[in-house]
């Protein structure tokens, strides 16, 4: 990621936090004029959004330090951290909504002001939505794990407002005021859901989990494609921390072949996988033939 990326992606985290606050506000006074149980159950998780903000903007102003002699490697791995304990507050969230939720199954009550009530939501809702479609699509462009699950957690948020609407809609129709708890239930087990995909996505990423099939598919295309005077590559290893792509193997060049050369196909290689990975750290060890293969292999072009 670039100075400039680093600074939208801060921007982004930031503004998140008064934003949060705004329609976090909009939907308890949404809860206020009705008395809904599943509207207090959607004004909650939004309190979650106003933490989760504040947690994803400091985690990304640290992940985004230069790497240093305590952390050569970089600071990357510190949005997992946000994104992990965003999914863990995601789920408590939905605890909290199953508790109170329960507490009004046995002596549900009709809704006061609904109109009123539901037209405050709808917009808290539209707001989101907007907000969590150009975290996602910003994080996903800037790589940024914690941007990526602040973005998803904003929209299980509009998924459950959206639920709300509808079931709220269903109690000023047919009258039953049963409904209202029965929803907050059923969009729990939703934001139950969505908390447990943001939290192993997350750990994926502190496990060192490699890169997706087809991103890996696209280093071995460039590998294979600007090796041209190596005999081969083995040992391919990928891993993402944050924003970087970290991309190791082994480089097989002739044992006659002076260093100068063998340095310029690694040269090569790099400017290829930046091509595809741009910010990629990679490394690159180089040996003679004769040495057993392992690992990940790639096939290499051979010049016609």
Same mark, same amino acid.
């Given at each position: 990621?670039?100075?400039?990326?680093?600074?939208?992606?801060?921007?982004?985290?930031?503004?998140?936090?008064?934003?949060?606050?705004?329609?976090?506000?909009?939907?308890?006074?949404?809860?206020?004029?009705?008395?809904?149980?599943?509207?207090?159950?959607?004004? !909650?998780?939004?309190?979650?959004? =106003?933490? #989760?903000?504040?947690? +994803?903007? $400091?985690?990304?102003?640290? *992940?985004?330090?230069? @790497?240093?002699?305590?952390h050569p490697f970089g600071h990357h791995k510190a949005e997992y951290l946000s994104a992990v304990t965003e999914g863990a507050?995601?789920?408590?969230?939905?605890?909290?909504?199953?508790?109170?939720?329960?507490?009004?199954?046995?002596?549900?009550?009709?809704?006061?002001?609904?109109?009123?009530?539901?037209?405050?939501?709808?917009?808290?809702?539209?707001?989101?939505?907007?907000?969590?479609?150009?975290?996602?699509?910003?994080?996903?462009?800037?790589?940024s794990a914690a941007l990526v699950a602040d973005g998803q957690h904003i929209m299980s948020d509009v998924?459950?407002?959206?639920?709300? !609407?509808?079931?709220?809609?269903? =109690?000023? #129709?047919?009258?039953? +005021?049963? $409904?209202?708890?029965?929803? *907050?239930?059923?969009? @729990?087990?939703n934001i139950i859901y969505q908390g447990w995909k943001v939290i192993s996505h997350s750990i994926g990423g502190l496990m060192d989990q490699a890169v997706e099939p087809e991103e890996e598919e696209a280093i071995k295309q460039a590998i294979a494609t600007h090796a041209a005077g190596s005999i081969g590559v083995h040992d391919l290893k990928t891993r993402r921390a944050g924003a970087v792509t970290f991309v190791d193997f082994h480089l097989v060049v002739p044992a006659a072949m002076p260093v100068r050369q063998a340095h310029d196909i690694c040269d090569r290689l790099e400017d290829a996988i930046r091509a595809v990975h741009p910010g990629a750290s990679i490394a690159i060890h180089v040996e003679p033939e004769g040495e057993r293969a392992h690992g990940i292999r790639v096939k290499v072009v051979r010049d016609a």
């Open positions: 990621m670039d100075g400039q990326g680093n600074l939208t992606v801060q921007r982004l985290a930031f503004w998140g936090i008064p934003l949060s606050l705004g329609v976090m506000g909009l939907k308890m006074v949404a809860w206020w004029v009705t008395g809904s149980v599943a509207l207090l159950s959607d004004g !909650l998780e939004s309190t979650v959004n =106003v933490v #989760a903000a504040c947690i +994803a903007y $400091f985690v990304i102003r640290y *992940a985004q330090k230069p @790497a240093d002699h305590d507050l995601i789920v408590v969230a939905a605890l909290m909504i199953v508790n109170e939720a329960i507490g009004h199954l046995a002596a549900p009550r009709m809704l006061d002001a609904p109109v009123l009530g539901l037209a405050i939501n709808f917009g808290a809702g539209v707001i989101n939505a907007v907000w969590a479609r150009l975290l996602i699509r910003t994080g996903r462009k800037y790589r998924v459950t407002s959206v639920g709300v !609407l509808i079931g709220l809609l269903l =109690v000023i #129709a047919t009258g039953y +005021a049963i $409904f209202d708890p029965v929803l *907050a239930i059923l969009v @729990a087990i």
